[in-house]
């Protein structure tokens, strides 16, 4: 069974996380679905732009700590996204956690509805938002980022608005995007990659310079005594040991 449902209208290809089993985790089975649909459809003259969405009340849960991604993986999952010649919009009314948020960053347009709650939680676990620094930091507001990396605090979707984590609240994500996929709709295919490439080369060059070095640091944190801590009260549903 797929963990990926698409389907399509009027040019506007849609792309469904369902895997609810786990809400959405990024396994590698998942990551590497998507990565081949995105890649699919980025070559498709006849879709002119790609809606990521989910099924269920939570977008992505993060990795899935049972059966995680390669890094090297996830940031070419992200790195799809950011490169591919057609818009990538986020329609988002659920929970986003750790990796989603970066799978939510590196989409070019995002409205999130009243259901929506984010959280950089890798702190709380050992761990640190690495590899999805990537299309965050040149994004997101800096001082929101730090405040978020550090403290692992929830927020809604107006703050997640405020600081540019997404482009829009809603309390209708379907209804406020009808202006935006009807303005790509009658956008042409090549004033879209030309202009998807402007607006994307401060998150291209953090990918070309950072990539490598986040990678490293991301599986060393993941193979350390305090990941495997904090993952395992994750599981046990307990504090770690270091919680004061």
Known sequence: MKLVRTGRERGIATVRMDSQTNRNALSARLVAELRETLARYGED????AVVLTHTGNTFCAGADLGAPPDPEAFVALMREIVTLPKPVVARVDGHV?????????AC?????????????????????????SLPLLPRT???????????????DATEAAR???????????DKALVPVLDGLRRASPQGLAASKELVTATVRESFDQHAEDL?????????????????????????????L
């Open 163 to 173: 600081i540019s984590l997404i482009t829009l609240a809603t309390d209708d994500v």
């Open 97 to 105: 956690r750790a990796g989603g948020l970066g799978l939510l960053a």
């Open 141 to 155: 507001d800096p001082r929101a980022a730090t405040r978020y990396y550090l403290t692992g605090e929830h927020f």
């Open 215 to 243: 990678i490293a640091r991301s599986a060393a944190l993941f193979a350390s005594a305090e990941a495997r801590e904090g993952m395992t009260a994750f599981h046990e549903r307990r504090d770690p040991v270091w919680v």
């Open 108 to 132: 070019d347009i995002s409205a999130a509805g009243p259901a929506s709650t984010f959280a950089l939680t890798e702190s709380r676990l050992g761990l640190a938002p690495a590899v999805i």
């Open 45 to 48: 003259d006849t879709v002119r």
